[in-house]
């Protein structure tokens, strides 16, 4: 990916059309192969979902496409094209805003490993924008159980990693939604998509025990819960380097020849 991630669909060494959907043919995909032991699949996970007045309803979609963007620039996996639609229901209250149901987000990802696994990609690993895609988990654990390869990323500790890298001064308690962090990555990834005014839109609410039960607008009127106002480009760029750093230990784990299940 470029520095600023605005540059020709053609840059970098894995493009893709507008950043998100990937641009290899089938003979890509299968030189890549003919040098693993192990196919690695990289889905990003996303929603449509308000995020305030300056970020896009696509945030959580081109956060998980730029950090699914850049592991494809180090590691030799196959780069999948988004889910965009997924598990926004405490969202809403704002217009935009679209879900599917869980149960429709779980069948989508193990049709897709299925699929995987019948074209020979033996590990999927998720790459989720979206805190509230509470399914993945339970996607990945039943996987898991039944001996397929499967992983979740990034995990909790690998973006409390990438916020400590990267300054971010917002606890993850604190960056709930369109805060510091989702604005930084934007910054740095797609600069376009980022409206004026995030650096007034400040907004918290650590205590949010009864989200499930009223949902986001109970908690704030913008629709953002952080601070906006201290993302940055270099914070951007810093996060996405540590966690593509951090993905690491994921491949190494889902390519190892131990016997599984």
């Avoid at 209250?93 to 987000?105: D, Q, R």
């Avoid at 779980?106 to 895609?133: E, F, P």
């Avoid at 039943?142 to 990438?162: H, I, K, Q, V, Y």
């Avoid at 906006?228 to 994921?250: C, D, H, I, Q």
Wanted: charged letters at 20%; aromatic letters at 4%.
């Amino acid at each position: 990916m470029s520095g600023s991630g605005a540059g020709p669909a053609s840059d970098g060494p894995w493009p893709t059309a507008g950043g998100l959907v990937p641009t290899d043919t089938t003979e890509d995909v299968r030189t890549r192969a003919a040098g693993v032991s192990t196919q690695v699949a990289v889905l990003p996970v996303g929603s449509f979902e308000q995020h305030g007045p300056h970020l896009p309803l696509a945030t959580d979609t081109l956060v998980a496409c730029a950090v699914a963007r850049e592991i494809a620039a180090v590691y030799p996996v196959h780069l999948l094209p988004p889910v965009t639609v997924s598990c926004s229901h405490e969202h809403a209250g704002w217009p935009g805003t679209v879900s599917i149901s869980a149960v429709t987000l779980h069948a989508v990802v193990r049709d897709i490993a299925d699929s995987l696994r019948r074209s020979g990609v033996g590990a999927l690993v998720v790459v989720n924008g979206h805190g509230g895609n509470y399914v993945l988990g339970n996607v990945v654990q039943e996987a898991s159980a039944r001996g397929e390869r499967m992983a979740l990323f990034p995990a909790a500790e690998d973006w409390e990693t990438a916020r400590e890298r990267a300054g971010v001064r917002t606890s993850l308690l604190t960056d709930m939604h369109a805060g510091e962090i989702e604005t930084s990555i934007l910054l740095h990834a797609h600069p376009e998509f980022v409206r004026p005014g995030y650096e007034s839109a400040d907004f918290t609410a650590d205590d949010r025990r009864h989200l499930l039960t009223v949902g986001m607008s109970a908690y704030t009127g913008s629709g953002v819960i952080g601070r906006p106002s201290l993302g940055s480009v270099e914070k951007g760029k810093e996060l996405l380097a540590s966690l593509t750093e951090s993905f690491g230990a994921y491949a190494a784990l889902l390519t190892s020849s131990e016997e599984r299940g």
